[in-house]
């Protein structure tokens, strides 16, 4: 069964970095071609891709934000980090962790979400 | 303003049919299979169709979805209340090498 929990400060000050970790279980991140990823959802907006890490260390990421992001995992603990630096109020949202199965396009399964509100 | 394109809303009676269209490029839809995605009110969205027109595990056949040059299509027959919800459509697109989604389109079961 695979599960993923984000986690992070539901509140950040403008120009502040973020730092949200996805702890998940169910799978291993040293399993050829897996992938785990974020994706963020304003509220009541729509959803918008973030950025993914791949088993090998392979990163994508959004075009639009790849000057602000970072993505890094630690396999040893199940763990997938994403920093965004130089918050703004535009970046309130729901952020969601994700999880791609190997070779595929989809993602299969989505935490439950954490909410983040940037404001002084 | 989201790479793929989906109506705002659809509308149905409980027990018909409604069709989402999700419209793209040769760069996403065009050369990737497609996914859609359920976002049930106040929850996390859950993948509804894969590789265009598969289902997951434990997903009705009442939801199908399919594909055609830079377009794809979900489907759902036999409208339930409880299939009010929030569809979104996804894709990798080869030219941004990102994922990309549709902007969304609500459901509403009257």
């Known amino acids: 069964q695979i599960t993923l929990k984000e986690s992070g400060p539901p509140l950040v000050k403008p120009t502040q970095t973020l730092a949200l970790t996805c702890t998940f279980s169910?799978?291993?991140?040293?399993?050829?071609?897996?992938?785990v990823g974020w994706v963020r959802q304003p509220p009541g907006e729509a959803l918008e891709w973030l950025a993914l890490?791949?088993?090998?260390?392979?990163?994508r990421y959004s075009p639009s934000l790849k000057s602000r992001l970072t993505i890094t995992k630690d396999a040893s603990k199940n763990q997938v980090v994403l920093t965004m630096t130089n918050m703004d109020s535009v970046d309130t949202a729901t952020y969601y962790c994700v999880y791609r199965r190997p070779g595929t396009y989809q993602l299969d399964y989505w935490g439950q979400g954490a909410l983040v509100t940037v404001s002084s | 303003q989201s790479v793929l394109t989906q109506p705002p809303s659809v509308s149905a009676a409980p027990g018909q049919k409604v069709t989402i269209s999700c419209s793209g490029s040769s760069s996403n839809i065009g050369i990737a299979y497609v996914s859609w995605y359920q976002q049930l009110p106040g929850a996390a969205p859950k993948l509804l169709i894969y590789?265009?027109?598969k289902r997951p595990s434990g997903i009705p056949d009442r939801f199908s979805g399919s594909k055609s040059g830079t377009s794809a299509t979900l489907g759902i027959t036999g409208l339930q209340t409880g299939d009010e919800a929030n569809y979104y459509c996804g894709t990798w697109d080869t030219r941004l090498n990102a994922g990309v989604f549709g902007g969304g389109t609500k459901l509403t079961v009257l």
């Open positions: 590789d265009s027109d």
């Open positions: 890490i791949h088993s090998d260390n392979d990163k």
């Open positions: 169910g799978f291993s991140l040293t399993t050829s071609g897996v992938g």
